[in-house]
């Protein structure tokens, strides 16, 4: 079966919005400690003591969305893999903003709203690519 006429603009759009996930991720590995001090001390803290685990699964998280996008432009089934591991890896390093270090005390309630966002994108870019392999437009 032929792809939509909507995939390709969807696919772009979500692969920009992934790469903008890695400008984030890229941004946080290279904070300063000058930058890191204009910070409130209790977010200091946080970024401080960050885990290995959440660092991982937030690379895990932009890297496997974004290769997810282009193969999701390249009509290859193999997105649909990597949109699971995208999720998975967002829901863990939500765990940790949420259940872990309390990113509301800390951000306040804006702090739910990309959160939200993100998880939306990406179960919206599972769901399209589940479906691109069932009716076959992804091979």
């Known amino acids: 079966m032929t792809a939509p006429n909507w995939l390709k603009p969807l696919a772009w759009a979500a692969l920009i919005w ?13 904070i300063s400690p000058e930058m890191l001090s ?11 003591n960050t885990p ?3 660092t991982i699964a937030f690379a895990v998280a932009v890297f496997a969305g974004s290769l997810g996008c282009v193969f999701l432009l390249a009509k290859k089934a193999l997105a649909y893999m990597l949109f699971i591991a ?3 890896a967002i ?8 259940m872990v ?3 509301i005390a800390l951000f306040g309630s804006n702090a739910l ?3 939200t966002l993100v998880i939306i994108a990406a179960i919206i870019l599972l769901l399209v690519s589940r479906r691109g392999k069932t009716e ?4």
């Open 18 to 30: 992934n790469l903008l996930g890695v400008i984030a991720f890229v941004m946080q590995m290279m």
């Open 101 to 103: 270090i309390d990113s």
């Open 91 to 98: 829901i863990i390093q939500q765990y940790y903003n949420f």
């Open 52 to 54: 290995i685990w959440s």
């Open 38 to 48: 204009k910070l409130p001390a209790e977010q200091q803290v946080a970024y401080a």
């Open 113 to 115: 709203l990309m959160p």
């Open 86 to 88: 995208s999720l998975i």
């Open 136 to 139: 076959r437009w992804l091979s």
